[in-house]
């Protein structure tokens, strides 16, 4: 007797994609609005895993503490520099390296406003920062995550933005 064989039906089309607001794409174009990071097999947990394990084995545990602790010292340092500049406000404590902050203009639609900022400074290419919604208010989002990041790349953040809004 055959054995019988169903095909197995693919997943629905969203099954592995996950756009939070600070992940989705501010661009309609279908080059620049491609989200890499859904469309690649790195996204489930076996490969992700591995490469944790192997950089776990490899580097140790001590350089992975050591790593996060210079990155949560940095989302400080730029939370006191934006705090320091008055036209800055931060939207939401520093409790991780995500750093959630806008600019602010008299009379000014401050949502509108910053995701010009925003569009701008992605487009100098000199730093890179995301988008978030905090209490409803449309926010800047910086999140310090790569090692090599130094206080002059998070100042960089800061100076930035000042440029972009001096432009618009």
């Not at 169903?6 to 997943?11: E, H, N």
């Not at 701008?120 to 995301?130: L, P, W």
């Amino acid at each position: 007797m055959a054995a019988s064989c169903t095909a197995i039906p693919p997943p629905p089309s969203g099954a592995f994609a996950h756009s939070e607001d600070y992940a989705r794409s501010l661009s309609n174009d279908p080059i620049e609005g491609f989200a890499f990071f859904e469309e690649s097999m790195e996204l489930s947990r076996p490969f992700r895993a591995l490469k944790i394990w192997l950089s776990l084995r490899y580097f140790g545990l001590r350089a992975f503490q050591e790593s996060i602790c210079e990155d949560l010292r940095l989302a400080k340092f730029l939370a006191e520099a934006i705090q320091s500049e008055p036209s800055l406000e931060l939207l939401a404590p520093v409790e991780l390296s995500a750093v959630c902050f806008r600019y602010r203009r008299p009379a000014a639609d401050l949502d509108a406003l910053n995701l010009q900022i925003l569009q701008r400074v992605i487009q100098r290419g000199k730093v890179y920062i995301s988008n978030a919604t905090v209490h409803g208010r449309f926010a800047l989002r910086a999140c310090i995550v790569n090692h090599r990041t130094t206080s002059e790349d998070v100042l960089a953040v800061v100076s930035e933005v000042m440029q972009a809004a001096a432009e618009l």
